[in-house]
């Protein structure tokens, strides 16, 4: 451990160092050149979750020029929402604030990222930056005099586009998709080296596949605050998108529904979850479907287990064939585990699938999870696409539940997280709600992309995704 810090802080001072394991490959790489730029959007409909409210979303795009030992050159693109009322929720800061410590530190990522000497596969290269990027968030809220400091989650989240295009410009730079540069002929370490002793031998060519599924199931995300009915349509937005979720079912064919559930107030989580099943139930009637599957997802809400644990009881009473439908509950509690050592997920782990997601930074969190009885975890491109396939790694060695979640990721960057919902065995569905809430920010990728963003039959065409790199340009 004490040679990993010394090496990132080497690498993001921009000393000439290369891995010092290991003499650098004709096929590794170099950090050339780190530009970035903002885009910004207005959501066409509020989106409620965990008891905030979401408007707008900034994206953090990045471009990244590599270059290898061998002296061929490649050029790569990251994307990510900043998504700072979920990466850095404040009961002190405003949107603005938190929003601006981000950017402040994106500036600083930019920055090492760029001047970073380290050679090697993209992997390696983001294990030894990460050190390195929470030294800044930590010097960032300190000079910055934050309210609170930025939490390790939100500098994973505006690291994560930087990683991306530097995994990017790598499959570029070979030629290949980014699920294809897994194996030991272009990473020069096993597994042993990020995950510990028993991946040794071990590759992520093993966990991903090197062909993407054709088809992956779509999560519609049901926020807190969402129409069920017309009688629930309080303000229609009046641009000629569903307005009700009847209408988003017929209209994108749908069978897979996230619940987001505010928690706090057990009978109003109750019977929202029976209102979205008749509902779901009606519709799915009407098409003649037969299956369909829920997620409940409060958001770190539930005061504690037996919160959960009484909701899920009384939806099995009063709805039996709706609780089935129950295919995992994701994070119910707090996120910081070691906060809260009494929120352990054993008992209602039995009854569905617990997944943890907001509490997932590393493998050590990975583990504490699934000691404290979670048994599934949520794969983010929003946490770097380093941490994706090495969390799903882990995960299958684990024998824990996958699926893909997303932070309302628009553009590129749904398509970064097409592609980890592709490539990974076992992975359940992925979630996908730009479509509903800022559908402005895919208008120039849907007609590139026709099958990831014009949803018919409730699931994305994910064949298409064999391009080079992450496979978005």
């Not at 891995?19 to 050149?33: F, G, K, M, N, Q």
């Amino acid at each position: 451990m004490r040679e990993m810090s010394r090496r990132s802080f080497l690498c993001a001072a921009g000393w000439a160092v290369g891995l010092l394991t290991a003499a650098p490959r004709p096929t590794d790489i170099r950090i050339e050149e780190v530009t970035f730029e903002y885009e910004d959007y207005l959501y066409r409909a509020p989106y409620q979750f965990g008891g905030r409210t979401v408007d707008r979303v900034t994206l953090l795009n990045v471009h990244c020029t590599v270059r290898s030992m061998a002296g061929r050159v490649a050029r790569g693109f990251g994307s990510m929402t900043m998504g700072n009322q979920w990466a850095f929720p404040s009961s002190v800061m405003s949107y603005d604030q938190t929003l601006g410590a981000m950017k402040a530190l994106a500036e600083r990522l930019a920055k090492l990222t760029g001047d970073c000497k380290e050679a090697g596969h993209p992997v390696d290269i983001n294990a030894a930056l990460e050190p390195a990027y929470l030294a800044a968030a930590v010097e960032v809220s300190r000079q910055s005099k934050l309210a609170e400091p930025i939490p390790k989650l939100c500098t994973l989240v505006v690291a994560s586009p930087f990683d991306a295009a530097v995994h990017d410009a790598f499959g570029k730079l070979h030629g290949r998709s980014c699920y294809r540069t897994y194996g030991p002929d272009l990473m020069g370490h096993d597994l042993s080296r990020y995950l510990g002793a028993e991946f040794t031998g071990e590759y992520l060519s093993r966990y991903v596949r090197a062909k993407p599924m054709p088809r992956v199931a779509l999560y519609h995300s049901v926020g807190a605050a969402d129409p069920i009915t017309a009688s629930d349509v309080r303000w229609p937005v009046g641009d000629g998108l569903p307005e009700t979720l009847a209408d988003w079912i017929r209209y994108n064919g749908l069978t897979h529904f996230k619940m987001k559930l505010n928690g706090g107030d057990l009978q109003a989580d109750r019977q929202r979850i029976l209102a979205i099943d008749r509902t779901v139930t009606e519709a799915m009637r009407a098409r003649s479907v037969a299956r369909w599957l829920y997620c409940l997802d409060f958001n770190e809400r539930c005061p504690n287990v037996e919160y959960l644990l009484d909701c899920l009881r009384y939806v099995k009473e009063k709805t039996p064939s709706g609780f089935e439908r129950i295919q995992y509950v994701e994070q119910p509690t707090a996120r910081d585990l070691k906060a809260n050592p009494g929120n352990r997920m054993h008992e209602a782990a039995k009854l569905r699938p617990v997944v943890a997601d907001e509490s997932l930074t590393d493998l050590e969190s990975l583990m504490l999870a699934r000691e404290m009885g979670y048994t599934g975890v949520a794969l983010k491109a929003c946490k770097g696409q380093s941490q994706a396939v090495l969390t799903a790694a882990a995960a299958q060695k684990h024998g824990l539940f996958l699926c893909v979640q997303d932070l309302t990721c628009p553009g590129a960057s749904f398509i970064h997280s097409a592609g980890i919902a592709a490539h990974v065995p076992g992975t359940a569905a992925i979630e996908g709600n730009a479509r509903q809430y800022v559908p402005a920010a895919n208008k120039a990728w849907a007609g590139k992309f026709p099958t990831l963003f014009q949803i018919r039959d409730g699931r994305l065409g994910t064949s298409v995704l064999t391009r080079p790199g992450l496979g978005a340009i």
